[in-house]
């Protein structure tokens, strides 16, 4: 990919002083691409080819979970997009602003995104809170999807709460795990 010119990074690279210094298995696993500051993709889906991963790991096959999303959200994933290239490389690429031709703004209708991003150097209780604002600020839908879902009671409270005041709340978890 060098060759064809494409720039590529590291995230999070391992070498010794992060043995040290930091915790081994703090990764970046976002997964994203982003198309003309306009169109987002986003989920589970690893860039792998088949042929090379863990044939003879005996884990079956698995279901990705990709979303499209257009407009305001996909220039806040280019946002996040360009903070992780600025950590890594130093260099600052954000997204110019929306087209506001794109998606004009109309009196009377709100539109909420929300887009939770995680970074590992967050502390648990940062994480922890920011499930919970979510989960009380839905109006319309809050979907959570992750491989692992042990809730407090905090947030199953907040969670029930949401789906009682009429929100849509759908938890997207494996079949197996």
């Known amino acids: 990919m060098r060759n064809a010119g494409i720039e590529v990074v590291e995230a999070l690279k391992v070498n010794l002083m992060r043995v040290f210094l930091r915790r081994m298995d703090l990764r970046q696993h976002r997964k994203m691409i982003m198309i003309d500051n306009y169109i987002a993709y986003t989920g589970s889906m690893n860039m792998v080819d088949p042929r090379y991963f863990k044939q003879d790991a005996g884990v079956g096959q698995w279901i990705d ?21 600025e950590i ?11 087209d506001v031709n794109i998606m004009p703004f109309e009196t009377g209708q709100r539109s909420h995104h929300s887009h939770n991003c995680f970074w590992p150097r967050l502390s648990g209780r940062s994480h922890h809170q920011a499930l919970l604002t979510a989960a009380y600020s839905a109006r319309e839908y809050l979907i959570m999807t992750t491989p692992y879902f042990v809730p407090s009671d905090d947030l199953l409270h907040a969670i029930c709460t949401a789906a009682q005041r009429g929100v849509d709340v759908s938890i997207i978890l494996p079949r197996k795990k």
């Open 65 to 85: 979970l990709m979303a499209r999303m257009e407009g305001p959200i996909a220039t806040a994933m280019g946002i996040i997009y360009s903070c992780d290239w």
């Open 88 to 98: 890594e490389t130093g260099k600052r690429i954000l997204p110019p602003p929306p």
